[in-house]
């Protein structure tokens, strides 16, 4: 049986988590909230729907993937594919199994849920998430023949690839970095279009000007950095 282990980053997500949690797939042998230096009852609500709590005080969404990836490294029993989603509710949970079923069955080492537009309810992403999502996957595709269409936080990937890609940023460019080191290293992947909704709560990162900037700015970063090797 595929050993599948969830990491969420949570940043302030009390009125969602429980339902992120409850909604997953019983085929995930452990679901691990990364608690963000929330400030709300997101480690509570977390723990009381059932999963790890871990605690990650800087501030970051990569910071916590990597405490969550690091808390895995030092379990026993290695798990076979790691998926990541967000806290805020706006994927189906129930959908891991598809997101999953390319690496079970057919070995793919890399999937991306893309949030397709026509299966995305309208306002679920900002103007400035679309034109950046097309912005980013254009350029790898100019730059590194890639056929992504997504930078989808809800993902899945083979723990053994998920540690050769030595993943580094702390911040908003996690989803790109691992998309771009995922081609460099000529792992296989492939997408899978998910439904998507519209979050609960306000976005930490499309939901403020200076969180578009910022995120921007990191994805383009790390798209010339690679295009440069």
Do not use: H
Not at 16 to 35: F, G, H, L
Not at 197 to 218: D, E, L, Q
């Amino acid at each position: 049986m595929t050993n599948i282990k969830v990491i969420i980053p949570a940043y302030n997500e009390a009125d969602s988590i429980a339902n992120v949690i409850k909604e997953i797939p019983e085929i995930v042998s452990e679901i691990i909230v990364v608690n963000n230096n929330s400030t709300d009852d997101t480690a509570l609500n977390a723990r009381g729907a059932g999963a790890t709590v871990l605690t990650e005080n800087r501030m970051g969404y990569g910071y916590a993937c990597l405490l969550g990836i690091n808390y895995i490294s030092k379990q026993s029993k290695t798990p076979d594919i790691i998926v990541f989603m967000d806290g805020d509710y706006s994927d189906y949970p129930e959908e891991l199994s598809k997101v999953v079923k390319p690496i079970v069955e057919n070995n793919i080492d890399f999937v991306i849920g893309a949030r397709t537009k026509e299966l995305r309810e309208d306002g679920s992403m900002t103007p400035q998430q679309v034109f950046g999502n097309a912005l980013a996957t254009t350029l790898m595709k100019w730059f590194f023949g890639a056929s992504f269409t997504d930078l989808g936080p809800f993902r899945a990937i083979k723990y053994d690839k998920l540690l050769a890609l030595e993943m580094e940023d702390k911040t908003y460019g996690w989803t790109v970095e691992m998309q771009l080191k995922v081609l460099k290293k000529g792992f296989t992947y492939t997408e899978v279009p998910v439904r998507y909704k519209k979050r609960i709560g306000v976005s930490k990162v499309s939901g403020t000007v200076k969180g578009t900037i910022f995120a921007g700015a990191k994805i383009l970063g790390w798209i010339f950095k690679y295009s440069l090797k």
